[in-house]
Antibody, heavy 119, light 107 residues
Framework: EAQLVESGGGLVQSGGSLRLPCAAS????????MSWVRQAPGKGLEWVAK????????SYVDSVKGRFTISRDNAQNLLFLQMNSLRAEDTAVYYC????????????WGQGTLVTVSS | DIQMTQSPSSLSASVGDRVTITCRAS??????LNWYQQKPGKAPRLLIY???NLQSAVSSRFSGSGSGTDFTLIVSSLQPEDFATYYC?????????FGQGTKLEIK
């Protein structure tokens, strides 16, 4: 069974940085596009970033461009989100998801990790 | 960016009811529309992909249809475990966008 487990969340001050790892298991990680999706408290879902299986075709939502970097380690089945220059509006649960290829879908989702940015 | 608009935003219904949730895209997305269910404190779960394809292990009470700009999710006979928030999502082009959600509550 495919499983994704995020970690690395926590409380950080505005302007600070945080790196979120996601450990993948139960599927051929090296053959899937992977994404991050976030959800601010009490709000809806927002796609954040994606990376193709070979590390190409990287894309971000405009609100995080230049501040967030998605990366992956295919040898270790790990996906990362490096978040710099954090703002209060980045406060959210961050989900690691399998998928993000154009015309595809997100499945499965990790349990999420909460990032709180204090101003 | 493609805007996704769901209606209604909230819905009260009873066990056994048939409910319909609609999703409209701001431009044509062919059939590249997915539906997710989210329960409080949990991660979303894929229900329907590419407008009408039922994800494995999802109850056949759920069905989806539509193409172009207008899509629907139908729950044929509500069960207690179906009360949740539902989101549509377009995968036609980045940035991938979600509807604002439809909260389905027990009447």
């Amino acid at each position: 069974e495919a499983q994704l487990v995020e970690s690395g969340g926590g409380l950080v001050q505005s302007g600070g940085s945080l790196r979120l790892p996601c450990a993948a298991s139960g599927f051929a990680f090296t053959t899937y596009t992977m994404s991050w999706v976030r959800q601010a408290p009490g709000k809806g879902l927002e796609w954040v970033a994606k990376m193709k299986e070979d590390g190409s075709e990287i894309s971000y939502v405009d609100s995080v461009k230049g501040r967030f970097t998605i990366s992956r380690d295919n040898a270790q089945n790990l996906l990362f989100l490096q978040m710099n220059s954090l703002r209060a509006e980045d406060t959210a649960v961050y989900y690691c998801v399998r998928g993000g290829a154009t015309r595809g879908y997100f499945d499965p989702w990790g349990q999420g990790t909460l990032v709180t940015v204090s101003s | 960016d493609i805007q996704m608009t769901q209606s209604p935003s909230s819905l009260s219904a009873s066990v056994g009811d048939r409910v319909t949730i609609t999703c409209r895209a701001s431009q044509s997305i062919s059939t590249y529309l997915n539906w997710y269910q989210q329960k409080p404190g949990k991660a979303p779960r894929l229900l329907i992909y590419t407008a009408s394809n039922l994800q494995s292990a999802v109850s056949s009470r759920f069905s989806g249809s539509g193409s172009g700009t207008d899509f629907t999710l139908i729950v044929s006979s509500l069960q207690p475990e179906d009360f949740a928030t539902y989101y549509c999502q377009q995968s036609y082009s980045t940035p991938y966008t979600f509807g604002q959600g439809t909260k389905l509550e027990i009447k």
